[in-house]
């Protein structure tokens, strides 16, 4: 069985201050990670996706993540937080789950820049 | 990158009606198809995951004859709302699997508001 905690359902930060967004995950085997990006009314977007090669994983619009297997974390930094990162974001990680590999969601984080 | 082409983005209709969702997968083959809702301020819920020439397996509480899946092609996949009530109005979403990047090549479509009056 997998899943995904997202222990914030909302961060507010000031624009040009860091972003932390948190995920947890637990996974029976070695997992796909990954974090997206939904703004109102849209699809969603990829940021960035971690495959098992380097922990650390840079995305568009100077976001990253770092996979961090001993705290079954992957959580999502950006230096400065700019107002059109305004939206809400779900990690989701992905394992083999009754013989398909299947992408499970978090409840998603909204992120609220201030001016 | 890759692209799935979700058509169409918003829709309105009336109770009892059928809506059709189409998905694309643009310049890839997508073996596997997967349908998602979304509820307002909620995350995305899997409904059915779809294989290529396969019958669907959906999730439980789903109700397979009122979601209908096809998925007859490696490039294209369709959702129907059959006999729409107010209730089924909420965002759906489809993504597909890559054939050549498998498990890590996820490619969401843009989405499509239902609305049922």
């Known amino acids: 069985a997998q899943s995904v905690t997202q222990l914030d359902s909302h961060v507010s930060v000031s624009e040009g201050t860091p972003v932390l967004l948190r995920c947890n995950y637990s996974?029976?085997?070695?997992?796909?990670l990954f974090w997206y990006v939904q703004h109102p009314n849209k699809g969603l977007q990829l940021l960035l996706k971690y495959t098992s090669a380097a922990t650390l994983v840079k995305g568009i619009n100077g976001f990253e993540a770092e996979f961090k297997k001993s705290e079954t974390s992957f959580h999502l930094t950006k230096p400065s937080a700019h107002m059109s990162d305004a939206a809400e974001y779900f990690c989701v990680v992905a394992t083999v789950s009754g013989g398909s590999y299947i992408p499970t969601f978090g409840r998603g984080t909204s992120l609220i820049v201030h001016p | 990158g890759a692209v799935v082409s979700q058509h169409p983005s918003r829709v309105i209709c009336k109770s009892g009606t059928s809506v059709k969702i189409e998905c694309r997968s643009l310049?890839?083959?997508?073996?596997?198809m997967f349908w998602y809702r979304q509820f307002p301020k909620q995350s995305l819920m899997l409904m059915a995951t779809s294989n290529e020439g396969s019958k669907a397996t959906y999730e439980q509480g789903v109700e397979k004859d009122k979601f209908l899946i096809n998925h007859a092609s490696l490039t294209l996949s369709t959702l129907t709302v059959t006999s729409a009530h107010p209730e089924d109005s909420s965002f759906y979403i489809c993504?597909?699997?890559?054939?050549?990047?498998?498990?890590?090549?996820?490619?969401f479509g843009s989405g499509t508001r239902l609305t049922v009056v």
């Open positions: 993504s597909a699997r890559d054939r050549d990047l498998g498990d890590y090549g996820y490619t």
């Open positions: 310049d890839f083959q997508a073996t596997t």
């Open positions: 996974s029976s085997y070695s997992p796909s």
